[in-house]
């Protein structure tokens, strides 16, 4: 089993930014795909991005791009969301997840192991 602990949520007014994190713990292993995912009151979980085991490659929804910047420590068994210029239409609960294997994928129902969320506000 995997156990996944997001934290840095909170309120930020617009244009402000974050940082979310994600730790790691139990069997963890290697070689795994992280990602964060977001969702917002009466809407479907959505991908925000994706990062492969090296962190060498990285994936992003359009509406984050330029934004948003994920990133991993191994050694730490950690992933980081780096969230900038940050609009009300951000507002949701991050998750983040963890799928084991080394192929980087979009949809939620193809990872293993989920957090318990971070919410993050954003005022106008």
């Known amino acids: 089993q995997v156990q996944l602990v997001e934290s840095g949520g909170g309120l930020v007014q617009a244009g402000g930014s974050l940082r979310l994190s994600c730790a790691a713990s139990?069997?963890?292993?290697?070689?795994?795909?992280m990602g964060w995912f977001r969702q917002a009151p009466g809407k479907e979980r959505e991908f925000v991005a994706a990062?492969?085991?090296?962190?060498?490659?990285?994936y992003y929804a359009d509406s984050v791009k330029g934004r948003f910047t994920i990133s991993r420590d191994n050694a730490k068994n950690t992933m980081y969301l780096q969230m900038n210029s940050l609009k009300p239409e951000d507002t949701a609960v991050y998750y983040c997840?963890?799928?084991?294997?080394?192929?980087?994928?979009?949809?939620?129902?193809?990872?293993?192991?989920w957090g318990q969320g971070t919410q993050v506000t954003v005022s106008s």
């Open positions: 997840a963890s799928r084991n294997t080394i192929v980087v994928v979009r949809p939620p129902s193809e990872y293993d192991y």
């Open positions: 139990g069997r963890t292993g290697s070689n795994y795909v």
């Open positions: 990062i492969s085991w090296s962190g060498t490659s990285t």
